[in-house]
């Protein structure tokens, strides 16, 4: 009840939601938890016009100026572990380990096509230039372009091509990107950043045996061959081994041992690292009006099919910063 006579007494302060930006920041998997925040925000009354997404960011902050962010969370609540593999469209060349095809299919199925001039809210994502080093901010033209290259994390996703440039992920110079939601018209600036409390965290701190994530069903080893044609047994035969070398493959990403950290981990770790400080120094010189920061540190960098409990923990630090929240806005 104390909740709802909050949310009625920040209604009645007519809430002008054009001046308001949100700076959605990167941090993979954690990022299901700006739906939450987002969602929370709009019960209190409280809708900004002005978004600002950098890498996961991008993406719900897409979904949330194209008023489609429910369609996304039904969709992240549904998401398995073997929905996610199935994206994976893994290999060793075009400079990631993820070509990055099936994440475009995915980006197409659920955040619409549009110009970004065309979103009924402002919407601009950071990339990052990987010749010159230079924040790239994405305020035009496609819309799902715009997002692939702000989630090309490198080392894992390939980087983006664009009229001859290539782009990867705004993380590597803007986490947070309140600079680019002010330089939108943003009178009151609301950042979401994930990367709190990250610095040496990740999934084995627990004690616990880190899952491997299933790529498709299992061969039946016991299968009567005895009556197939020769190329039907020599292609069952390829499959197989193709099915071990692929699970090997994951196993070597996402690691095997609690002691052993896989290849994921040490890119999680290192981006983390990079990323906190990189928040640190640019909110220093131009901080947010408040700071939203969920606590997700138990969750590791690809576990998207953790959704329902990051849009609970956005929701939730929401609320803890309610009475924040209510001053800035009314002012």
Not at 35 to 40: K, W
Not at 199 to 213: F, I
Not at 289 to 308: A, N, V
């Amino acid at each position: 009840m104390a909740n709802l006579k909050a949310s009625e007494k920040i209604k009645k302060t007519n809430i002008d939601n054009a001046r308001i930006g949100i700076a959605l920041g990167s941090g993979s998997a954690r990022g299901w938890a700006h739906i939450g925040v987002l969602q929370a925000l709009k019960e209190m009354g409280i809708e900004p016009h002005i978004v600002a997404g950098c890498s996961i960011g991008a993406l719900v902050g897409a979904a949330y100026a194209g008023d489609q962010l429910d369609e996304m969370e039904t969709m992240v609540k549904a998401l398995k572990w073997k929905d996610i593999v199935g994206y994976l469209d893994m290999s060793v060349m075009g400079g990631g380990l993820i070509q990055g095809e099936k994440i475009a299919s995915f980006l197409r199925e659920h955040v619409k096509e549009a110009d970004i001039e065309s979103m009924p809210r402002r919407f601009a994502a950071v990339a990052t230039d990987l010749e010159s080093g230079r924040e790239v901010w994405l305020q035009q033209g496609d819309l799902l372009d715009a997002v692939r290259a702000s989630v090309a994390l490198p080392g894992l996703f390939t980087p983006f091509n664009q009229n001859g440039r290539w782009l990867v992920d705004g993380g590597l110079v803007d986490p947070v990107p309140v600079s680019l939601c002010r330089a939108m018209g943003a009178e009151i600036v609301i950042a979401v950043g994930l990367n709190v409390d990250m610095v040496g965290k990740h999934s084995r701190t627990n004690g616990t045996q880190k899952r491997l994530p299933i790529t498709d069903t299992p061969i039946d080893e016991d299968e009567d061959e005895n009556n197939l044609a020769l190329w039907d047994r020599i292609s069952n035969q390829l499959e197989k081994v193709t099915h071990l070398k692929k699970n090997m493959l994951l196993s070597r990403l996402f690691g095997e041992k609690i002691e052993s950290p896989g290849l994921v981990d040490i890119l999680a770790g290192s981006i983390n690292i990079m990323q906190d400080r990189i928040s640190r120094s640019r909110m220093a010189g131009d901080p947010p009006d408040i700071m939203l920061t969920p606590r997700l540190s138990h969750l590791d960098l690809m576990e998207f099919d953790r959704g329902t409990v990051a849009i609970k923990e956005g929701v939730t630090c929401v609320e803890r910063m309610r009475a924040e929240l209510e001053h800035i806005v009314s002012v």
